[in-house]
């Protein structure tokens, strides 16, 4: 066997490259949406040819987050972590730590970081604008303040992820000259899309722009879609103009190259949600690790039962009956047809997204 065989054998291990970067998508039940986040990780490999790009889903599509975390951590000497998700709820403070600690366990001659979300900033911000802008113009350039702008995104039964949408919703009326800029949620939270525009339309508003909180296409932008056609039959007095999801904006590749960059420098991000969470930590010294003990009533409330105690409790709703393990059958950013109440620590989302 020459030198060259012996290079490609397979009982030969392959020599550890330096820095796997692993996005980390939501995935959808909605192939189009997960398709648009394969088309995004080619994009930003052809922008970054000299990085490692790798990519998983945390459900609905291949490949798993789990089992790709674990190749990446096999396979180098240091894997970047890096959520493509929107705010912070279950996944992103639970779901995607849980996962990192289980590959450090397992493979811990490898360096693991765990890069922040996207999060409610001045880049997702500049999105919202350009966007409201672009109605603005579809819509003829009518009087702002008779124009009523809805952001409509994903419900959480965590208040910390609905909170990141209200802030961006009262970011966006402080830098223009709309007077009514409102807050609504496909599921799980209140108030939903039709109470607002019924409230705007009472207010006065002749013109109304419903703006998606949302990366991806997926069964909740098509459910967006038919809502939007519901209500222009039912206020034929007013314009509707629905925007479309974020998708490939600019500003989403610069925050991606920002939280790589700064795991390499070794920047402290405040805005990291759980990775090395109190509540996570107290819980190994128990000698509980942190694995979810659900139990299900299918069709009717149940709770999940979690080993250590923790401070808040939510509940959110469901479409469908499922068991609850890591590969279901159900999005976690929306509605499922019964509800359930969730008591444990770091509030899971009962949600999309896609997300």
């Given at each position: 066997m020459?030198?060259?065989?012996?290079?490609?054998?397979?009982?030969?291990p392959m020599p550890a490259i330096g820095d796997t970067i692993l996005i980390v998508g939501?995935?959808?039940?909605?192939?189009?949406?997960?398709?648009e986040i394969r088309d995004f990780t080619e994009q930003w490999r052809a922008q970054r040819p000299d990085w490692r790009i790798e990519l998983c889903f945390i459900e609905f599509a291949p490949p798993e987050m789990n089992a790709a975390l674990?190749?990446?951590a096999r396979s180098s000497r240091r894997v970047l972590v890096v959520p493509l998700i929107l705010n912070a709820a279950g996944h992103v403070k639970m779901e995607i730590p849980e996962a990192v600690e289980g590959a450090r366990a397992a493979c811990p001659n490898t360096e693991i970081l765990?890069?922040?979300?996207?999060?409610?900033?001045?880049?997702?911000?500049?999105?919202?604008?350009r966007r409201l802008r672009k109605a603005m113009n579809a819509l003829d350039m009518p009087d702002p303040t008779t124009t009523g702008v809805v952001v409509l995104?994903?419900?959480?039964?965590?208040?910390g992820a609905n909170g990141e949408m209200a802030k961006m919703t009262r970011w966006l009326q402080e830098e223009g000259d709309h007077e009514l800029v409102d807050l609504a949620f496909t599921g799980i939270t209140w108030p939903r899309l039709e109470k607002v525009v019924q409230r705007q339309v009472?207010?006065?508003?002749?013109?109304?722009?419903?703006?998606?909180?949302?990366?991806?296409?997926?069964?909740?932008?098509?459910?967006?879609?038919?809502?939007?056609?519901?209500?222009?039959?039912q206020y034929p007095q007013v314009r509707f103009f629905c925007g479309t999801h974020f998708g490939f904006e600019k500003e989403v590749f610069a925050l991606m190259d920002e939280r790589v960059d700064n795991l390499r420098a070794g920047v402290a991000d405040s805005r990291l949600p759980c990775d090395g969470c109190s509540y996570r930590e107290l819980a190994h010294e128990m000698g509980h690790g942190h694995s979810h003990a659900h139990t299900h009533d299918h069709g009717s409330a149940h709770a999940h039962e979690h080993p250590h105690p923790h401070p808040h409790e939510h509940a959110h709703e469901h479409d469908h009956a499922h068991a609850h393990g890591h590969d279901h059958g159900h999005e976690h950013h929306h509605d499922h047809g019964h509800d359930h109440a969730h008591e444990h620590g770091h509030a899971h989302p009962a949600t999309e997204q896609p997300a």
């Open positions: 020459n030198a060259a065989t012996m290079m490609h054998s397979p009982l030969t939501h995935g959808s039940r909605e192939d189009s949406g997960n398709q674990l190749a990446a765990l890069a922040p979300h996207l999060t409610a900033c001045d880049p997702i911000l500049a999105i919202l604008k995104g994903r419900g959480s039964s965590d208040r009472l207010l006065g508003m002749r013109q109304v722009v419903v703006l998606p909180y949302y990366l991806y296409t997926g069964t909740l932008m098509q459910r967006i879609g038919r809502q939007v056609e519901h209500l222009r039959s």
